[in-house]
């Protein structure tokens, strides 16, 4: 299979890229694996480094909004998986232009040129952020969209973009949604890296608001097999939620994270709670488990030991990242790219 990966040198994009090629998913063979990627901040070379030197890898610096390059690149793909997009919600508060040229308009560029190239399927990996807020229960594939931030909104509207070609066009799309991720190589901005590198370095930890916003949590090793799977096995045309089963509110979240690096409440400091923040996001995975198998494996305590002990390692990756990030409030948005 000759797959085209969009964003294939973010957190999640590269895992996916990393773990592929490792043979992690054998109903995923992979004969070339291209990577599509404008290596903006939150793309990076480097999480690519362990599988430079695989022959069945070829990178492109490119981007998604450029349909002569697409039309270059795209014929004889058999399948994309579209994990390209900016993802921070409070980027998208300052200034939402991007997100949408991004996450809509390149979104409906890419998927023009698969239909022109003939390319046979697509996943497009969207968050659970597009439902807005849930005070109780969970959101299944046919809750109704209701986005409250400009990150959320337009992937939204990415999302129904890739339904109307599916409808129209005839393209095999399958939709993926999933929780907030974590693991290595997450851009620090993100709330447990954040956080992490935080306390690695002596600093605090800005808490927004009384930090009882809920979130659920997947390892990307489950995310990213999750995808797998609905690549492999999914319906044309169908939504597939990818969850982790586990949700904390923020301050629990922060607890852990504090004694997981023996520091306490006096390294926290509470910020100005971000405009129209989701107060809880969970998602029912059952159909996802019901036609393809999936349940989350990594168990949380293990999955964040291993990423914290990643971080403590690896301080020449995300040093060089740290100015920029810090710049801005504890990220609690749901998928980094």
């Known amino acids: 299979m000759r797959l085209l990966v969009t964003g294939g040198a973010g957190f999640i994009g590269s895992h996916f890229v990393r773990q592929l090629l490792a043979g992690a998913y054998p109903d995923v063979p992979a004969d070339e694996v291209i990577v599509l990627d404008s290596l903006t901040y939150a793309g990076n070379r480097a999480n690519l480094a362990p599988v430079d030197g695989d022959p069945r890898l070829r990178f492109v610096h490119g981007d998604i909004r450029d349909a002569g390059l697409l039309a270059r690149e795209l014929p004889g793909v058999d399948a994309i998986v579209h994990f390209a997009a900016e993802s921070h919600v409070d980027r998208s508060i300052a200034g939402a232009s991007v997100f949408t040229e991004t996450n809509v308009q390149g979104t409906q560029t890419l998927l023009q040129c698969a239909v022109d190239a003939g390319v046979g399927r697509v996943v497009h990996v969207s968050t659970d952020e597009v439902y807005g807020s849930i005070d109780s229960g969970s959101w299944t594939e046919s809750s109704p969209l209701e986005p409250n931030s400009p990150y959320a909104a337009s992937k939204a509207g990415s999302d129904l973009v890739a339904r109307a070609y599916h409808r ?69 045309g169908e939504i597939y939620h990818i969850g982790g089963g586990l949700e904390l509110t923020n301050r629990e979240l922060t607890g852990i994270l504090l004694d997981s690096l023996g520091a306490d409440w006096s390294s926290v400091r509470k910020v100005a709670d971000r405009k129209g923040h989701d107060l809880r996001y969970s998602l029912d995975g059952g159909k996802i488990e019901r036609e393809l198998g999936y349940r989350p494996q990594v168990a949380f305590a293990d999955g ?33 790219a």
């Open 168 to 236: 129209t066009y005839g393209l095999d799309v399958r939709i993926t949604r999933c929780c907030n991720n974590y693991g290595p190589y997450q851009h620090p901005e993100k709330l447990i890296p954040l956080f992490v590198t935080n306390l690695l370095d002596g600093g605090t930890l800005p808490l927004y608001g009384d930090g009882a916003n809920v979130r659920e949590w997947v390892h990307t090793d489950d995310h990213c097999r999750g995808i797998a799977l609905v690549l492999a096995g999914g319906r044309a």
């Open 304 to 336: 964040l030991a291993r990423t914290v002990r990643w971080y403590r390692e690896n301080r020449d990756w995300w040093e060089p990242l740290k100015t920029p990030a810090a710049e801005l409030p504890a990220a609690t948005a749901g998928v980094p």
